[in-house]
Structure formats: C-alpha cells, structure tokens
C-alpha cells in the first residue's frame, strides 16, 4: 500500500509538471509582475491560541509523541559537566555529564538536613542506587523529563493514557476528583482535572517498597528524581500542569510536596518537544536484560564454584 501511494504521488507530480509547461511558457512572453510583498511573520507568543489545533470534547489535544530537551535526567539543580566515577576507564569522555541550568524554580532544591544527607549519600555513589540504572518504573515526574519520548493518548471524554518508551512503563490518568489510594505502586495512582486549558495530574502513593540494588543492599520507599540522587518519599504528592503553548510545545511543570523532606513545596518547569517525524513512534526499551549484571552481578561473585 505504501509503494502504491509513492508512485502515485510520484506520477501525480509528473503530470502536474507537465500540464504546468505551456503555462510557464505563455508567461515568459510577458513581464514579470512585481513580487508581493511577503507579510511579516508572527511573533510566536503573538499567534492565537487556536495553532493548537483541533480540540478534544472542549478541551485541548495532547495527542501525540513528546520529549524534552534538557539535562533534567541528570541533574535538576544547576550542574557543571562532570566524568562518571564509575565508567572513565572503559568509555572516557562518553560516559560524562552534560552541564545544565537546572529546572528548578529558585535553583536549589529545599531539602531538609536529614534528606539532604540522604541525598548527598546517593550522588556520592552513583549510579549505585539509582533505580533508573536497575531499569526499574521511573515514577513521577521523572518518567517524564529521561532521555526517552512518552506518548499522550487522549479521547474526547474518559481517562487519559500516558505510554513511556524507558521500560515501556506507562500510567492511567483518572480523570475526576483526586481520591485515596488504594495501594501503593511504583508509578503512584495519578487523577488529572482540566484547569480551563490546563491539564493538571495530582500523583499520591509513589512506593516501590523494599527493592533490591547492587551488592545485595535493599533499598526502602526511594523514587529517584535524577542521576544525581534527588528523591521523593512514599508520603510526597507531585502536581504536574501541562499546558500547550502552540501546537508542538507543551509548558510542563511539576509541583513536590513533603513536610517530611523538604522544608517548602517547590517546583521543576521546562517545555515538551512534539516528535515531528512522519515515522515517529515509541520503540521497544525493555532494558532488564542490560542491567542484570549491574543489579545481580554480586550473586555470581558469591556462587559456589561450579554452580
């Protein structure tokens, strides 16, 4: 079906080339006709809200594949670049960090002392730790921001689905009032509510409970944020916002709230990318079978021989 519409564009170009001959040909006789001035472009922020295209039951359309440009998933503090510890040997300067702004309002994230030790703790043996490296569920908001594109599947009315390349995680958006519940899970339980022409999604439960890392320590309750140790607790809320600023930018932000970490709310913003690829799609990253030497590698060390 493919080749028979390539040639049928094809041949749709040929004949329209020929058919434009005589015309081009009974024009170059005559004068050229002064050139119209071309209007003066829009400024982006100018343009009406209606670039966003087609709405979705009276509300905006998310539809789509979208990604982020920025070195959140490192880092979402200001941050120099920076060589990792752990691979300069085998891949030098492949195995660095890109440097980055930060996407935190304010700059810093406003931890308590106690989570701030925790956190330095994890950045001083990193990647150790971090689930993202055992290919485990990202949470939220991380799954959001990593080095990977996410899909936005929306109808006119009901719950909303967001499809995550990394892991191929995804997550449900209950659309209504913001419940209880039930049980806690790696991804949380996330209610969506539209705010005029903003989506916003209130995430509660956020809880991989006791999970295995490196050299046989378990780890407790720990949704990493980044590369660098940033977290959030089983008791933190995140309220996310997306709002389309055209029809291929989303204005994202991310709300954290938790008296029992941080000393404030505080808030992360940057802006979603639409995939504009004809062939864009989300591919396959079933990624546990390339981290099960970093995450099990100790129980082959510690086997009887010959086992």
Not at 236 to 259: G, M, N, Q, W
Request: charged share 20%; hydrophobic share 40%.
């Amino acid at each position: 079906m493919k080749q028979y519409l390539k040639l049928a564009a094809a041949a749709a170009l040929i004949v329209a080339g020929t058919a434009a001959t005589p015309v081009y040909a009974q024009a170059a006789k005559k004068p050229a006709a002064p050139a119209a001035k071309p209007a003066a472009a829009k400024p982006a922020a100018a343009r009406p809200a209606a670039a966003a295209g087609a709405r979705l039951g009276g509300h905006p359309n998310l539809n789509g594949i979208w990604q982020v440009i920025s070195e959140a998933n490192f880092n979402l503090e200001p941050h120099d670049s920076a060589t990792s510890k752990a691979g300069e040997r085998q891949l030098g300067a492949i195995a660095a960090t890109h440097g980055g702004l930060g996407v935190v309002v304010g700059g810093v994230i406003p931890y308590k002392p106690e989570a701030q030790k925790e956190r330095d703790g994890y950045r001083a043996s990193a990647p150790k730790y971090d689930p993202e490296a055992a290919c485990y569920l990202p949470g939220i908001p991380r799954a959001t921001y990593m080095d990977h594109p996410f899909q936005i599947i929306q109808g006119e009315k009901g719950d909303m689905l967001m499809v995550y390349e990394y892991a191929n995680a995804n997550r449900a958006i209950k659309m209504g009032p913001v419940g209880v519940p039930s049980i806690d899970t790696w991804m949380g339980t996330s209610y969506g509510e539209w705010k005029g022409d903003t989506l916003q999604i209130v995430t509660l439960s956020q809880s991989p409970g006791e999970y295995k890392a490196p050299a046989g320590e378990m780890m407790q309750n720990k949704t990493w944020l980044d590369r660098s140790g940033n977290f959030v607790g089983p008791n933190s809320s995140v309220t996310e916002t997306f709002r389309l600023i055209d029809k291929d930018h989303i204005a994202y932000e991310a709300t954290i709230t938790d008296p029992e970490l941080y000393t404030k709310p505080w808030k992360i913003q940057m802006t979603l990318y639409r995939r504009l690829e004809p062939n864009a799609e989300l591919m396959d990253f079933r990624c546990v079978p390339y981290s099960e030497e970093f995450l099990y590698g100790d129980l082959h060390e510690t086997a009887p021989a010959g086992k």
